[in-house]
């Protein structure tokens, strides 16, 4: 989680009018490699 910090501090940073979130897996697979996601919202991909 000290990385996700890390990352978010760069994404505040170059990016501050941007919204996005962090998710974690709680449950945590160390096989797949599924555990963080970070999504980007946006209004329409147009």
Known sequence: ???VEKI????VKKFPDETYGVYSN?????KE???LA???FF????
């Open 1 to 3: 989680m000290v990385l």
């Open 8 to 11: 978010g501090k760069v994404y």
């Open 26 to 30: 709680e449950l945590g697979s160390a």
């Open 33 to 35: 490699g599924r555990d």
């Open 38 to 40: 970070v999504i980007s």
């Open 43 to 46: 209004d329409t991909s147009a």
